[in-house]
């Protein structure tokens, strides 16, 4: 079951009950991605929401379903001054919670070069290798509890591109409560800007739990620009689509209430049309 919505700025949203929902309709995204383009570009996110996604991927690789071996798949951030074999560094996670388990090349993982010595040099050449490659095919995101996209934190620009970054301080604290031990946590990342995301062919965005309903009612109903950097993704129009639990679009209004709801009934894929008008559900 699931709600789906057409934004008049073009984009889609799918309401689905749970994480596990959201984490399979992800899935079906990166596998239709796949069977398309078995040459795609990818990027896929750090953090627990895409844990369940990681999951399925690797069921289905494992099943045969699924075949990254021709994909090239793009690293989103990581910690300034970590290389990608530091046991804390983002890339590092992403080879163990995902790229050990799916049949990716290693000469097609692409890290960002966080421990670069010049890092403003080899943020620029990851954008110009990305470019080469044909940039994102399809670009699956989380959203920050303050709204961050990848690591471009409040005050990023849709016209930014890799580059290093400031960390916001409930960014280092979000990050720290990952660990079981305690480690200093960098104050600075080098993370793919809002215009590489932006030029992707389609993205995903997805968002679990309570912990996410405000910054994705801020995204998606508030003003789009820096103050929320996700909300630049609406930009994207028809290329975005929205995968929401239930409660992390606990907080919606505008959907329900500018009447643009279409509720269809149990399938899981069916299109959102933008047509509309049934009444507000209060149990959105
Ligand atoms: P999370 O992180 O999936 O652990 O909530 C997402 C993010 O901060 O981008």
Same mark, same amino acid.
């Given at each position: ?90 890339? #590092? ?14 000469? #097609?993982? #692409? ?24 940039? /994102? ?59 590489? /995301? ?41 290329? /975005? ?42 149990? /959105?």
């Amino acid at each position: 079951m699931s709600t789906e919505y057409r934004s008049p700025e073009g984009w889609t949203l799918a309401i689905v009950p749970d994480i596990a929902a959201m984490s399979a309709r992800a899935a079906d995204r990166v596998e239709a991605t796949l069977r398309d383009n078995p040459g795609a570009v990818i990027s896929l996110p750090t953090g627990t929401t895409p844990l369940h996604l990681f999951d399925i991927l690797a069921a289905r690789v494992a099943r045969g379903e699924l075949d990254f071996s021709h994909a090239d798949f793009y690293c989103l951030d990581d910690y300034l001054g970590l290389r990608g074999d530091d046991p804390h560094s983002l890339t #590092h996670w992403l080879r163990e919670a995902l790229i050990a388990r799916v049949n990716l090349a290693p000469s #097609h993982v #692409h890290e960002v070069p966080a421990a670069a010595p010049d890092p403003d040099v080899e943020a620029a050449n990851y954008d110009r290798d990305l470019a080469e490659h044909g940039g /994102l095919d399809l670009a699956v995101v989380g959203i920050g509890p303050n709204g961050h996209v990848a690591f471009n934190e409040p005050g990023a620009e849709s016209t930014s591109r890799t580059r290093v970054v400031d960390l916001k301080p409930e960014t280092i604290a979000q990050a720290t409560a990952y660990w079981q031990h305690a480690h200093a946590m960098p104050s600075k990342a080098m993370t793919i800007g809002i215009a590489n /995301l932006l030029e992707a062919r389609q993205i995903v965005l997805i968002a679990s739990g309570a912990a996410k309903a405000r910054a994705i009612q801020q995204a998606l109903e508030g003003p789009i620009g820096p103050v929320l950097p996700a909300s630049f993704l609406r930009r994207a129009g028809s290329r /975005l689509e929205v995968i929401l639990d239930e409660a992390a679009a606990a907080d919606l209004t505008v959907f329900p209430t500018a009447g643009i709801r279409e509720r269809n009934g149990g399938e899981s894929h069916g299109r959102a049309t933008g047509v509309a008008a049934t009444p507000a559900d209060p149990s /959105l």
